[in-house]
T-cell receptor, first 115, second 115 residues
């Protein structure tokens, strides 16, 4: 079965600092990987996705993520945090026994941005 | 394009009552998914439809949960004889199946509180 581990339930950064949110996955087949963001009382919005093309994926709002097969990782980064980035971020994987039709999510990382 | 909509946004019920939630997907999307999200956790897959066919329902949490998509458009999720453990956010998502990574678009969710 596939799974996702997000290290750190909370990450705090200062405005303008580098954002790094960690995601490790396990999958028996080449996975598709996703990062979603969730603002309070809202649904999930897709930031970016990896689908076996370029290993460095650029997404919306200045975020990017790099797929590293040897490390089974898909960490999310942003060079300079904005106050508006404060939200909960979820890494998700599809593939494996469950097929590519369903997403398996990590537990999420809450990003806190201080002025 | 108005996105995925869900109704109601909030539902408070007493234990033992039945509840039904509605999801309207993006109009051209043929796949519709239901997830449950509890506090501090990522969304958990429940079931999905391709058009009106329910392709995966083994992950529904118990036989008290059922879902329909009678005409391949909107879907309903029903929970019978609700329990306090059913309190959660219920998320709906939709996608257009064109092969490869199928980006899922999420609705705002229905928050269920069982007293």
């Amino acid at each position: 079965a596939q799974s996702v581990t997000q290290l750190g339930s909370h990450v705090s950064v200062s405005e303008g600092a580098l954002v790094l949110l960690r995601c490790n996955y396990s999958s028996s087949v080449p996975p598709y990987l996703f990062w979603y963001v969730q603002y309070p009382n809202q649904g999930l919005q897709l930031l970016l996705k990896y689908t076996s093309a370029a290993t460095l994926v650029k997404g919306i709002n200045g975020f990017e993520a790099e797929f590293k097969k040897s490390e089974t990782s898909f960490h999310l980064t942003k060079p300079s945090a904005h106050m508006s980035d404060a939200a909960e971020y979820f890494c998700a994987v599809s593939g494996g026994n469950s097929g590519y039709s369903t997403l398996t999510f990590g537990k999420g990382t809450m990003l806190l941005v201080s002025p | 394009d108005t996105g995925v909509s869900q109704d109601p946004r909030h539902k408070i019920t007493k234990r033992g009552q039945n509840v039904t939630f509605r999801c309207d997907p993006i109009s051209e999307h043929n796949r519709l998914y239901w997830y449950r999200q509890t506090l501090g956790q990522g969304p958990e897959f429940l079931t999905y439809f391709q058009n009106e066919a329910q392709l995966e329902k083994s992950r529904l949490l118990s036989d008290r949960f059922s879902a329909e998509r009678p005409k391949g458009s909107f879907s309903t999720l029903e929970i019978q004889r609700t329990e306090q453990g059913d309190s959660a956010m219920y998320l709906c998502a939709s996608s257009f199946d064109v092969g490869g990574a199928r980006e899922q678009f999420f609705g705002p969710g229905t928050r269920l509180t069982v007293l």
